[in-house]
């Protein structure tokens, strides 16, 4: 996906018993997704906390959050209340084929405490239209960006009416 390209379809279930569809989202400004490993991944954990953290400097600047993930329900409902997350819209569910759709990294298990397959971390800024804004994507756990640095981001995109890059 490139940047300024539309957003494939996503509808899945929220672990409050709610959905979540991306195509109805209606933010200020921007919408953002954070791709989740799992209930397993402590990484996961401790993004998801500090996102939860600053939810209401997404909320000040217009934007509408979702972690997502590819756990079943009983695991993202576990990851929700143990991680002490449940403020943040958690879906999951999400489909091998619709988490390659977003070109997230697929992995098959190498523990027991991991399911069979899940997918690798992404992050995605969505415009108000549904375009693509920017995407980063991981094919191990590691070095997600920060809370912070995507809060600084954003900042400086509406500040500066930033347009998007990497639409060559």
Not at 44 to 70: P, T, W, Y
Not at 96 to 106: D, N, Q, S, W
């Amino acid at each position: 996906m490139k940047p300024k390209t539309s957003m494939p379809s996503l509808d899945l279930p929220l672990i409050n018993d709610a959905r979540y569809k991306l195509e109805e989202q209606n933010p200020e400004n921007f919408s953002l997704l954070f791709f989740y490993r799992g209930l397993h991944c402590p990484v996961c954990k401790k993004q998801l906390s500090e996102v939860q953290d600053h939810l209401e400097d997404f909320v000040e600047r217009g934007v509408n959050l979702c972690a997502i993930s590819m756990d079943s329900e009983e695991r993202a409902k576990k990851a929700g209340n143990e991680w002490d997350v449940t403020s943040l819209p958690i879906a999951y569910d999400l489909s091998e084929e619709k988490a390659r759709e977003f070109g997230l990294f697929i992995s098959e298990s190498i523990s027991d405490k991991e399911p069979a397959t899940f997918s690798e971390p992404g992050v995605f800024l969505i415009d108000k239209n549904n375009k693509l804004y920017f995407s980063s994507v991981q094919s191990m756990p590691f070095a997600r960006p920060s809370t912070k640095d995507i809060l600084n981001a954003i900042d400086f995109i509406i500040k500066k009416e930033y347009p998007p890059r990497g639409t060559k």
